[in-house]
């Protein structure tokens, strides 16, 4: 069972930036594919950030050039740099993990962006 726990949330202005943390544990290997979705109130969860089972990197078009996804093998840890903050970038942050056929869900941090 691989258990997940993000950290770095909080309420921050527009225009500032956060970093998010996703600590992995439970695996005996390195998860390759993982990644953080979001989901605003009344809105369905979307993909913010994440890497692929090949490695590779995808972004949601609206934080292309503002959020940076990196990673720490050693620590099997997942990481969200987010900069140029925007009122629309509020909600709950989930880290995701899929090692295999399974998928893992963190419990999820807020991340709030005022005006």
């Known amino acids: 069972q691989v258990q997940l726990v993000e950290s770095g949330g909080g309420l921050v202005q527009a225009g500032g930036s956060l970093r998010l943390s996703c600590a992995a544990s439970?695996?005996?290997?390195?998860?390759?594919?993982m990644g953080w979705y979001r989901q605003a109130p009344e809105k369905q969860r979307e993909l913010v950030a994440r890497?692929?089972?090949?490695?590779?990197?995808n972004y949601a078009d609206s934080v292309k050039g503002r959020f940076t996804i990196s990673r720490d093998n050693a620590k099997n840890t997942v990481y969200l740099l987010m900069n140029s903050l925007k009122p629309e970038d509020t909600g709950v942050y989930y880290c995701?993990?899929?090692?295999?056929?399974?998928?893992?869900w963190g419990q999820g941090t807020q991340v709030t962006v005022s005006s």
């Open positions: 439970g695996s005996r290997s390195t998860i390759t594919a």
């Open positions: 995701n993990a899929r090692p295999g056929p399974f998928e893992f």
């Open positions: 890497f692929t089972s090949s490695g590779s990197t």
